[in-house]
């Protein structure tokens, strides 16, 4: 990742180039666009044998775009509204299919560091999902939990009336009841 887009290295048995060619373009993740691809043949590296991520690379200007907000997806849906889940109504889940991307983003590329969530560190668990690439959390960058992430209060001039759900429940009352309510974020 750099303020270009993303470079990837491959190297293997040419059908397997081949293979991975194709599934580049036809199992991107469903928020993933390729924009241009430009390949390149460069010199084999017998000491790199494994899959990894290297650190995004800051430097100047930038050609990559970053996707407006995407609604909830069914899977982070399931998260909300499951019990016995750790996410269970938790407004702010989302995954690398959903979630905030553009509002979020302070500069490229687009990495938590660059983000209004830097000031939120990740708790063991959710550092983990980010961290590992079958996760579908691995690098989301609004990645949070209700133990680590941005919080949700009702408030009525100085005093706090409610947290969390409760906070959240008592706003859709008095919105049903027809007052006025105004969300800060």
């Known amino acids: 990742n750099d303020a270009?887009?993303?470079i990837v290295e491959v190297q293997g048995a040419p059908e397997s180039l081949l293979d991975f060619s194709f599934a580049l373009f036809d199992q991107l993740p469903p928020l993933a666009e390729v924009v241009t691809c430009d390949e390149e043949q460069v010199e084999a590296l017998?000491?790199?044998t494994t899959f990894t991520i290297v650190e995004s690379?800051?430097?100047e200007g930038h050609q990559v775009l970053i996707?407006?907000?995407v609604a909830t997806c069914p899977d982070c849906e399931a998260d909300i509204t499951d019990p016995a889940n750790r996410r269970f109504r938790y407004p702010f889940t989302n995954c690398t299919n959903c979630g905030p991307r553009?509002?979020?983003t302070k500069a490229i590329p687009y990495d938590r560091e660059y983000t209004s969530m830097a000031c939120f560190p990740l708790c063991a668990e959710c550092g983990q999902e980010y961290g590992d690439p079958l996760n579908r959390r691995?690098?989301?960058q609004p990645n949070a939990c209700?133990?680590?992430g941005p919080q949700v209060w009702l408030q009525e001039g100085e005093s706090r009336l409610a947290e969390g759900d409760p906070a959240m429940r008592a706003c859709a009352e008095r919105l049903l009841r027809g007052d006025i309510?105004?969300?800060k974020g």
């Open 57 to 59: 690379s800051k430097s």
């Open 46 to 48: 017998q000491e790199e």
């Open 67 to 69: 996707s407006p907000e």
């Open 4 to 6: 270009a887009g993303v």
């Open 146 to 148: 209700p133990d680590c």
């Open 102 to 104: 553009y509002t979020i």
């Open 181 to 183: 309510v105004a969300i």
């Open 138 to 140: 691995f690098h989301a």
